[in-house]
């Protein structure tokens, strides 16, 4: 089976600008996670959706934003881009059931630079 | 959810058991323990989790102690690939938000 994928793997911005994120589940995953890592803050939850709707929201402002189309890819936008939006973006999917027993699994994450 | 307690690193002899600690002490009882351990420039990688019982899978084994409010993982023969930052967390049971620590640098040294 193939891992998540995300696109782009790696990307430069300027501030001011935006940019779209995307992620590929694992065939047969309904829910993706979105997760920003910096060196100062660790991994941190952005929002998840299921089925098309978000289910979770972490503490971000709203310039960050994401949608689910009907086939679990996922993408996530940042508006009005800021230096220290530059971060690892990480896509994690799962079956999506509750109940905790549905492990997450990552993708390798894009890269994104604010200049 | 609740929150956990690692080392902040940890050195293990290639070819040996790394035994990776974690405390939970204010873990709920329908809160699962999950490993990941994430290498540079690379997504976090999913190990094992457990409830109750310990498992076991191809990666790893993983012991919870009767009162739940400690874990261990264990890598049973440590290779230099091992080498990784290992998060042990406890998720709740509804959604997917993890919530990530620090972490445990494991090195594992030839």
């Known amino acids: 089976k193939a891992g998540v994928t995300q696109t782009p793997r790696y990307l430069i911005k300027t501030r001011g600008q935006q940019v779209t994120l995307s992620c590929s589940p694992i065939s047969g995953h309904r829910s993706v996670s979105w997760y920003q890592q910096t060196p100062g803050q660790g991994l941190q939850f952005l929002f998840e959706y299921f089925s098309e709707t978000q289910r979770n929201k972490g503490n971000f402002p709203g310039r960050f934003s994401g949608r689910q189309f009907s086939n679990s890819r996922s993408e996530m936008n940042v508006s009005t881009l800021e230096l220290g939006d530059s971060a690892l973006y990480l896509c994690?999917?799962?079956?999506?059931?509750?109940?905790?027993?549905?492990?997450?699994?990552f993708g390798n994450g894009t890269r994104l630079t604010v200049t | 959810d609740a929150k956990t307690t690692q080392p902040t690193s940890m050195d293990c002899a290639e070819g040996r058991a790394a035994n990776l600690p974690c405390n939970h002490s204010?873990?709920?009882?329908?809160?699962?323990v999950y490993w990941y351990r994430q290498i540079h420039s690379q997504g976090p990688q999913y190990i094992i989790h457990?409830?109750?019982n310990n498992e076991t899978n191809e990666m790893a084994s993983l012991i919870i102690t009767e009162d739940r409010k400690s874990s261990t993982l264990i890598l049973p023969h440590a290779t230099l690939r091992d080498t990784a930052v290992y998060y042990c967390?406890?998720?709740?049971?509804?959604?997917?938000?993890?919530?990530f620590g620090a972490g445990t640098i494991l090195r594992v040294k030839s």
């Open positions: 457990g409830l109750k």
């Open positions: 994690a999917s799962s079956l999506g059931l509750d109940r905790g027993n549905s492990p997450l699994h």
């Open positions: 204010t873990i709920s009882g329908n809160e699962y």
């Open positions: 967390i406890v998720r709740g049971p509804y959604g997917n938000k993890l919530v």
